[in-house]
C-alpha cells in the first residue's frame, strides 16, 4: 500500500554541520532550510553566526537592540520603543544595570532576552562586552549616568 495524500512527504536533505559534530537539514525551519543547506550548517551553529553578525553590527542588531555578552551568555537589551525581537523566546522586564567594557558607562536594561549560552566553538569571536552592576543599590548610579534611565 502507497501514500494516499495530494503529494508524498518530503525528504529532507540531512548533511554534517561543517562548523560542528552536529547535523542539519533543509526543513524550512523558521524559513532557514535553504541557507542551512548552502552553508552547510545545523540550527544551532546558523544562530551564533546571526550572533556573530551582531558583534559585526557594533554589538546590535540591525534595529539598534543592543547585545551584551557577559559571562559566556549573549543577550539582547531593547527599549519599548524599538519592540521586542521577533524571534526572542525567554525574555522578560528586568531594568538591570550593566555596564560596556568599551565605555563603562552605567545603562539600564530595561527588557531583556537571555540568548542563551555562547558554545565553547564561539567564544573566541563573541568574547565578553559588558558587566551586570549588583542589583543593591546601582539603579540611583544608573539613574545619575544614564540619560535613558532617567
Known sequence: MGWRGADPPKQYEVFDCKLCPGKGTDA???GVGERLLRWKVCGECDFWLTC???RMLGDQDPHGRRVLRIAGRHYMTWTKEQGCPPESGFN????RPY??????IVRVAHYLWLMGDIPARFREQLPDNARFLSPRGDLAEAARTDPAAR
Do not use: A, M, S
Not at 92 to 95: A, G, M, Q, V
Not at 99 to 104: A, R, V, W, Y
Open 28 to 30: 524550512q525551519v523558521g
Open 52 to 54: 556573530l553578525g551582531y
Open 92 to 95: 522578560y522586564r528586568t531594568d
Open 99 to 104: 555596564f560596556l567594557l568599551e565605555d563603562e
